[in-house]
């Protein structure tokens, strides 16, 4: 898309741009602002390699849009400020498909793919056949519309025939370019096919948005997809991060004055080129020219090995012939064309009988059904449970026992039901009525006005006190090594612990007459809680298990006083004035340490020894990582891997999950694999040793 040349001199305009930042854009030069503005959209969006940084972007971004309020005659349609139009969405209006949208034929193993290619081979006369082979996207299927090189329109797939308008939603998808020189290949008007996808780190960002909502997640990022496609408001399709793979071209006309001097491509990869080349993200890279069956088969089964490392779901892989009068030799059928195949890897689906619904209480008091399915295998695990999140969900996917039911399990995502199969019902099937009352403790369940979850109120409901108990100790909370889930368990149900507090009053003795505890486990033990004593006070905030307040809360909670006591003298008002600490968690954290229970617990706790105070030398969000971003792979020596990444906090810096182009520093320790492998291909990422990183924040 762009060459070396041309990339230098973009970025270097664009240093000129950033450096003279009251430079106004004029008539003359607003072009040239728009163009770098692309070129960094296609950087990062397509490439996912940006030159430059977020901010960086959006003043650019801001000078442009500046100039163009003040001159809204000079703004063009494919300007990178249209993108955003009206808000509001009413009503998808129907398009229909310059050519209808097939599905494909499906194949799951090589000799389904024999049979296949035998058929090409007879009905073409040829010995072999050229195939181009590249990934099956597991998204919504779109269709766009360029005409005279600007995008004119983005259709959801419907029935085949017509589907809905979705322009504008399609225009908040920045690898789709809203202009392509398709004119210089020739090409007046062309129909593209692809597919709108959410990668599984934005898709696990939408979970979590969700989770902390209390809402139950989305079964698959394709749902996702599909229906973020649909919302009505332009800016929440924005937040959502859609991207699109463009993977053929269905129909195209030529440009009128110059039918004979085509340049368009006669092969299937020569038009994924095509479409690399205009700066679409299409499956360029992915995607492999065979010659002959056997080859494809090797490509493909190579190909499913690595479906886990790439940063998208897959569910296949397409198999086309290449060559394009072929293709229109090879025809269609009614249903599809017989020049192309899916072959689809090892299902994550399966389906499975719903028997019955266990409930369990969390640590705030949430009933959360829990469905016991019978046991099946899914994308290599055997299920045997399933969260069925809460009653509307129930009642919503028309859960009864008995049923058939879907079950996915998406990549790192935890199994979800997508649905029951009602048409499998024998009649025997009984609806799942939620229980009124707790099931560990008998009290009477609450289901406050507009929220989804039933909660047992009884403070002192055993389940509530195990799961307290289980969440104080746990690695992000107090960290007490080698305590765990089963231990509290076990100690709870033999009177040696009662509450968070009695956990300091453990002894030796105790220990001894359990059975399989030895000397060392117990020296490890109680070593373990004594220096949970010493964990600093954002541990120990979030360690309460307050509801709203996690890990970051805590944080910003531990900042904002010097002891924990300060926060058990705040009125409401005073804790909605902290940074990031809105109603809903201000009432939680008041009414916490309104609870007698609760302080007469921290008072026990403070008795015990335990830390109570900020220590002065524990700051976040200020120092000399400000604002950078880290990842640690591979085994670290001089560290532990919880430590460093602690320190990097400790020091102002942030924590991202995997890697990509937003990604700073990489500490890589021993043994390190794809992470690395993957970080060497973004050059703005800096890739440093263990040693390295502990000079770089100087201990
Ligand atoms: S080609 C006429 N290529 O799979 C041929 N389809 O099960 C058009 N899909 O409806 C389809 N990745 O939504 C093609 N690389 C790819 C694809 C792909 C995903 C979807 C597409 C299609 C469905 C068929």
Same mark, same amino acid.
Do not use: H, Q
């Given at each position: 898309m762009y060459t070396n040349d041309q990339t230098k001199k973009l970025q270097a305009a664009s240093s000129e741009w950033l450096a003279k930042k009251d430079k106004a854009p004029s008539e003359k030069n607003i072009e040239e602002l728009r163009n770098i503005l692309r070129f960094h959209e296609y950087r990062y969006y397509v490439l996912n390699d940006n030159l430059i940084t977020d901010p960086e972007y959006d003043s650019l971004y801001k000078a442009l849009e500046l100039f163009e309020n003040e001159h809204p005659d000079l703004i063009t349609p494919n300007s990178p400020t249209q993108r955003v139009g009206a808000a509001l969405i009413k009503d998808f209006p129907k398009r229909q498909h310059l050519v209808p949208m097939l599905s494909l034929e499906n194949s799951y193993d090589a000799e389904d793919l024999y049979d296949w290619d035998r058929k090409a081979r007879e009905l073409s006369g040829l010995d072999t056949i050229e195939y181009c082979a590249e990934p099956k996207f597991d998204g919504a299927s779109i269709s766009l519309v360029y005409e005279d090189d600007m995008l004119t329109s983005g259709t959801t797939r419907g029935d085949g025939e017509v589907g809905d308008d979705i322009t504008p939603n399609i225009k908040q998808i920045r690898s789709v370019p809203l202009s392509a020189s398709f004119s210089s290949y020739g090409i007046q008007q062309v129909e593209l096919r692809g597919e709108v996808l959410l990668n599984k780190h934005n898709f696990q960002k939408y979970n979590d948005a969700l989770a902390e909502e209390g809402l139950p997640p989305l079964a698959n990022p394709r749902n996702a997809a599909a229906g973020s496609l649909r919302i009505k408001d332009t800016r929440e399709v924005a937040r959502r991060n859609l991207e699109a793979f463009l993977y053929h071209v269905s129909y195209h006309t030529n440009t009128a004055d110059d039918p004979q001097a085509t340049k368009e491509p006669v092969t299937h990869s020569g038009m994924l080129e095509m479409l690399w080349n205009l700066g679409f993200r299409s499956p360029q890279k992915e995607m492999k020219i065979l010659k002959g069956i056997d080859a494809v088969i090797a490509f493909i089964q190579a190909f499913e090995t690595r479906r886990d490392d790439l940063p998208y779901e897959i569910d296949g892989m397409v198999i086309k012939v290449n060559d394009l009068a072929l293709q229109d030799r090879l025809g269609m059928t009614s249903h599809h064309p017989r020049w192309a195949i899916a072959y689809k890897f090892k299902a994550r689906q399966a389906t499975s009988k719903l028997l019955d619904v266990e409930y369990q209480v969390g640590r705030t008091g949430a009933v959360t059904p829990v469905a016991k399915i019978q046991p099946v295998q899914v994308g290599g695990v055997t299920v045997g449970s399933i969260s069925v999140h809460n009653e509307d969900y129930i009642k919503e996917k028309d859960l009864r026992k008995g049923d058939t039911i879907l079950i996915e399990r998406s990549g790192d995502v935890i199994p979800q039901i997508v649905r029951s199969l009602p048409e499998l019902r024998t009649g025997k099937e009984e609806v799942i009525v939620f229980p009124k009352t707790c099931p560990v403790c008998n009290d009477e369940l609450v289901k406050p006005e507009g929220e989804a979850v039933w909660r047992c109120?009884? +403070?002192?409901?055993k389940a509530q006190v195990v799961e307290r108990i289980i969440h104080f100790v746990s690695k992000d909370a107090?960290?007490?090594?080698?305590?765990g889930e089963a231990n509290v368990r076990k100690f709870y149900d033999l009177g040696l612990i009662t509450d968070i507090p009695s956990i300091y009053a453990l002894t030796a003795d105790a220990l001894k007459q359990l059975e399989g505890f030895g000397a060392k486990s117990i020296e490890n033990l109680l070593q373990a809680i004594e220096a949970s004593k010493a964990q600093p006070l954002h541990r120990l905030i979030y360690a309460l298990? +307050?509801?709203?307040?996690g890990e970051t809360t805590g944080k910003t909670l531990a900042q904002a006083v010097s002891g924990i006591f300060d926060l058990a003298g705040y009125t409401d008002e005073q804790l909605k004035a902290i940074d990031d600490v809105g109603v809903k968690v201000a009432r939680s954290i008041f009414e916490f340490f309104q609870n007698e229970d609760n302080t007469k617990m921290l008072h026990k706790l403070q008795a015990a020894g335990i830390s109570m105070e900020r220590s002065k030398?524990?700051?976040?969000?200020?120092?000399?990582?400000?604002g950078q971003t880290f990842l640690f792979t591979g085994?670290?020596?001089?560290?532990?891997r919880s430590d460093a990444e602690e320190k990097v906090e400790q020091n102002g810096g942030k924590i991202l999950s995997g890697v990509s182009s937003k990604l700073n520093y990489l500490i890589v320790g021993e043994d390190a694999g794809s992470k690395l492998e993957k970080a060497r291909k973004i050059p703005a990422i800096k890739i440093l040793t263990e040693d390295e990183f502990l000079e770089m924040i100087n201990t």
């Open positions: 109120v009884n +403070i002192n409901c107090m960290d007490i090594r080698s305590f298990g +307050i509801r709203y307040v030398n524990v700051r976040f969000a200020e120092g000399s990582l400000n085994t670290l020596n001089k560290l532990k």
